[in-house]
Structures are given as structure tokens and as C-alpha cells.
């Protein structure tokens, strides 16, 4: 089955450590997305993708880089710059642009120790 | 920039009543709006989409929405609630390459 897969599905970062989330799609998908959720807040977007080794920031990108060295596949990383990386994090994927329906996976859920 | 608003975060219903929750969007222009919805420590999935064809969009689970204009407004609905319908719902905007989200309603459903 086509979709996208999000690893772990719990993940806990001790102060100072950088942590990677994983995300892969094997629905062919130009687009590719990540979201940060928070309760009461939305989703709001980290950073995004429409092509292979390239990216543009999103509304809130600081502490956060990514890469997209295969089309298939977005990684996260959250850094140590990220003073507030509790939250539940997921990762989109889309046929092109904005205006097409996003998939998503099923999140990852990020805590501090 | 876009932005979405959503009235109500948390909307209580009985069984078999009406459901109805509310979006406004900011765009000037007609935009591609989005309702998605979101069951426990899951992602999300697509309700239905506004694509400029019809005012009134017909989505899965027997949900549909009603885009106007002049109200710059995008409401779901659904006529009668079912105990499975529980889950946080999202209304969305597109903006570019990029999908702006609103706040999110949480829906409960009392038997």
C-alpha cells in the first residue's frame, strides 16, 4: 500500500541533543511537508518541499533544519536551539503544490527528558 | 497572508443531531479550502476539498460544506451525528505552495 511512514512513533531528547525524525512516502509525491501540533494551536508549518534538493522555510522554522537529498524521503531534525521541542510532529506529502490534497502520516511524538 | 479561524474550540452534539462547524478564511480572492479531520494520536485525512466547481461540496462520512463568498466562510455540516464522528476537525487554506491550517474544533458526540 502507498502512503507515508513516519519513525518513531515516540521519541525523547535530553537537553543539548539533536534529534532526527524520520519521514518516507512512496506515493511518487513531488511535495513533501512537515508540521509541528501543539493542543489548541493548529498545525503549524516548519518546513516544506516541492523538489529534490530543495526547501523553503515556513512560519516556524527556528531551531529546525531539513534535507531532501531523495524524493522520497524529508527528514527533521529538531536541534538543541529548539528550546520548546515538545509537541506531535507530522509529516505531509502532496502530488504538487498547495492546492492538492495533503497525505499524512502518523505523527511522531516528541518529549523532553 | 492567509490566515483561518475557526469558531468554537470544542463543539458538543447528541446522537443524531445536527453538526455544524464554522471556518472563515482571510483570502480576497477564492482561495482552495480544505476541511480535514483527525482521530486520536493519528494524521490527518481529507473531508473534502472547495475547488471552485460548486459552492456546496459533498465530502466522505456524509459530511459536506457550503462555500460563500460574501461571508468569506466555508461551515461543515452533517444532518445527523454518529458516536464515530468524535475527532478533532481542521479547516485549511491554500496559499501558494503552502497549506495554512485553522486552530481546530474538537467535536464530541453525546448518546
Known amino acids: 500500500d502507498g502512503g507515508i511512514t513516519q519513525s518513531p512513533k515516540y521519541l525523547f531528547r535530553k537537553e543539548g541533543q539533536n534529534v532526527t525524525l524520520s519521514c518516507e512516502q512512496n506515493?511518487?509525491?513531488?511535495?513533501m511537508y512537515w508540521y509541528r501540533q501543539d493542543p489548541g494551536q493548529g498545525l503549524r508549518l516548519i518546513y516544506y518541499?516541492?523538489?529534490?534538493?530543495?526547501?523553503q522555510k515556513g512560519d516556524i522554522a527556528e531551531g529546525y533544519s531539513v534535507s531532501r537529498e531523495k524524493k522520497e524521503s524529508f527528514p527533521l531534525t529538531v536541534t538543541s536551539a529548539q528550546k520548546n521541542p515538545t509537541a506531535f510532529y507530522l509529516c505531509?506529502?502532496?502530488?504538487?503544490?498547495?492546492?492538492?490534497?495533503?497525505?499524512f502520516g502518523s505523527g511522531t511524538q516528541l518529549s523532553v527528558l | 497572508a492567509q490566515s483561518v479561524t475557526q469558531l468554537g474550540s470544542h463543539v458538543s452534539v447528541s446522537e443524531g443531531a445536527l453538526v455544524l462547524l464554522r471556518c472563515n478564511y482571510s483570502?480576497?480572492?477564492?482561495?482552495?479550502l480544505f476541511w480535514y479531520v483527525q482521530y486520536p494520536n493519528q494524521g490527518l485525512q481529507l473531508l473534502l476539498k472547495y475547488t471552485s466547481a460548486a459552492t456546496l461540496v459533498k465530502g466522505i462520512n456524509g459530511f459536506e460544506a457550503e462555500f460563500k463568498k460574501s461571508e468569506t466562510s466555508f461551515h461543515l455540516t452533517k444532518p445527523s451525528a454518529h458516536m464515530s464522528d468524535a475527532a478533532e476537525y481542521f479547516c485549511a487554506v491554500s496559499e501558494g505552495d503552502k497549506v495554512i491550517f485553522g486552530p481546530g474544533t474538537s467535536l464530541s458526540v453525546i448518546p
Open positions: 518541499s516541492q523538489i529534490v534538493n530543495d526547501f
Open positions: 506515493l511518487n509525491h513531488d511535495a
Open positions: 483570502s480576497s480572492v477564492p482561495p482552495y
Open positions: 505531509a506529502s502532496s502530488i504538487s503544490r498547495g492546492r492538492e490534497k495533503l497525505f
